[in-house]
């Protein structure tokens, strides 16, 4: 849960730089947040790939768990 916490955390901060960087050049309002979501996105790409994979390791460790946990108890059933 944490590694998703820190990844949405830092896609927050990309977009929130990228909209200042992009309302220094000039930009506004809807472009500006348009463009801002767009750039950013494309720089989390590359920029958090490691998160992104920590996440995927994190959420598969977690399903492997619930079935474990699961099988276990219908296996107490039978």
Do not use: C, H, P, W
Request: without cysteine; hydrophobic residues 50%.
């Amino acid at each position: 849960m944490r590694s998703v916490i820190v990844y949405s955390l830092a896609r927050l901060l990309l977009v929130a730089a990228t909209a200042a960087i992009l309302y220094l050049f000039g930009l506004r309002g809807l472009l500006n947040l348009a463009l801002a979501f767009l750039i950013s996105g494309i720089v989390s790409y590359v920029l958090l790939s490691g998160q992104r994979d920590k996440i995927s390791v994190a959420l598969t460790a977690k399903r492997e768990r619930r079935s474990e946990g699961t099988s276990g108890k219908e296996s107490l059933a039978d």
